[in-house]
């Protein structure tokens, strides 16, 4: 199938404002559309995303050719068939799920009769700033899409080419539905782009930025535009003295060896004194599969001779609280759960935190006392996703308190505003 391969080389200094214009405009005129026709056009999205896997493929490709394949966002960046199928997937989850907008959140009917209701609705322009993550775009555009919102697109260098294959998808099948191709902007590479993108208020309602610690803290620092923040994880999972070994081993090599290079990944493993002798066994899945670990002196101790001595590392300071984002994994031991909940209070990016235990006092206990996003038990953080949580496509992991927490889809895209009906009332 022939898509367009849109051109948006980086010109520095270019002026965005003219494009953040016209996706202001686009996304007014989807207040206009139906659900139905939304629903109708994200459907032929996921079917022609599937059927231009091959010239997405040769993009990527061009992308990867400029990437140390053992730079940790090349997994990222990495486009297959299977991949582009589950995105198409996701879009299908997006298209088949309720509308979000006009939903009456209260409905209040006071003694005089004046009638007065909250009602969900857009946030407006969206702008993502995001790595070398090309499935954003097509997850981004869905959700945004879906919600009613335009939205304003700022990818890394590294994925240039990607990007634009996919902007080319979409948009080819927004002029096919009629949709103004606006809808969606794809800005330039440049860090000018990035600072106008920041600061543009009015034009942009709200900015998410996808990817390292680095990237959320020069949004943060910069933007005046809103900002819910996203992404860093520094993922534990503490192995209670009640933890059951066999599926303890299952849930630690899961949540580390699965994807490594996402943000759910496990960080540290936090293991209770009392049951290093079950250490070897909680690791042993790890070493098929090359994971380097750098442990505290006992958990050292408790693994020499039974884990690979070439993948075996003492920690240091700087082992703790490092998303590693690669086949790299910290041990900490503690002698109770108080020592545990002190390590993740410090080291934690209040993104996803687990419990392996059988003792159901002590899971509520950490439940309770761990300031996280999402907080698990007897189970892998690698769940902590949007399609997982059964929200389709994800926006992000809001690591954040206000607004939206955890995975960020659909809901999590809209506002309110009050509408207050009357017959003449006037207040004395």
């Avoid at 948006?8 to 214009?21: C, K, Q, V």
């Avoid at 493929?57 to 297959?80: G, H, S, V």
């Avoid at 909250?118 to 995001?130: C, D, E, S």
């Avoid at 819910?228 to 060896?257: P, R, V």
């Amino acid at each position: 199938m022939t898509i367009f391969i849109l051109k948006t080389e980086n010109n520095p200094g270019m002026d965005i404002i003219p494009l953040l214009e016209k996706t202001r405009k686009a996304a007014s005129w989807l207040t206009l559309c139906s659900a139905e026709q939304i629903s109708a056009l994200l459907n032929d999205l996921a079917d022609t995303a599937e059927q231009s896997v091959s010239c997405i493929l040769e993009e990527n490709r061009k992308d990867l050719e400029k990437m140390d394949p053992a730079d940790p966002r090349y997994d990222r960046l990495q486009l297959t068939s299977g991949r582009i199928e589950a995105i198409a997937a996701g879009i299908r989850q997006v298209a088949a799920l309720p509308s979000p907008l006009g939903e009456t959140l209260s409905d209040y009917l006071r003694a005089d009769g004046l009638h007065i209701k909250r009602v969900t609705v857009p946030f407006g322009v969206i702008g993502i700033i995001y790595e070398a993550r090309p499935n954003v775009t097509f997850d981004v555009f869905s959700l945004c899409l879906k919600s009613g919102n335009g939205c304003v697109l700022k990818g890394g260098s590294d994925a240039h080419h990607s990007n634009n294959a996919i902007l080319g998808v979409i948009r080819g099948v927004l002029e096919r539905h009629a949709f103004p191709v606006e809808v969606v902007t794809l800005l330039p590479a440049g860090r000018e782009e990035t600072r106008q993108m920041l600061e543009a208020r009015g034009y942009i309602d709200l900015i998410i930025p996808r990817g390292s610690q680095g990237l959320i803290d020069y949004v943060r620092e910069h933007a005046t535009v809103p900002v819910i923040e996203t992404g860093a994880g520094i993922c534990h999972t503490y192995f209670d003295l009640e933890g059951d070994a066999a599926s303890g081993a299952a849930i630690i090599f899961n949540a580390k060896t699965r994807r490594p290079s996402v943000c759910n990944a496990l960080d540290c493993l936090i293991i209770h004194r009392d049951r290093l002798g079950e250490l070897p066994q909680l690791t042993a899945l790890l070493a098929g599969k090359e994971v380097i670990l750098f442990a505290d002196v006992p958990a050292f101790q408790a693994l020499q001779g039974h884990y690979p001595s070439s993948l075996l590392q003492k920690a240091t300071p700087d082992s703790w609280g490092t998303e590693y984002l690669s086949l790299r994994m910290a041990i900490k031991t503690v002698d109770n759960l108080g020592e545990a909940l002190d390590h993740i209070g410090r080291y934690s990016s209040r993104h996803s935190e687990a419990i392996l235990t059988g003792n159901q006092v002590t899971a509520g206990r950490f439940c309770q006392k761990v300031d996280a996003a999402v907080v698990y038990v007897n189970a892998s953080t690698a769940f902590t996703d949007g399609e997982q949580f059964g929200l389709g496509a994800e926006i992000g992991i809001s690591t954040q308190k206000l607004h939206a927490r955890g995975p960020m889809a659909l809901r999590e895209l809209t506002t309110y505003k009050w509408m207050v009906t009357g017959q003449g009332h006037t207040r004395p």
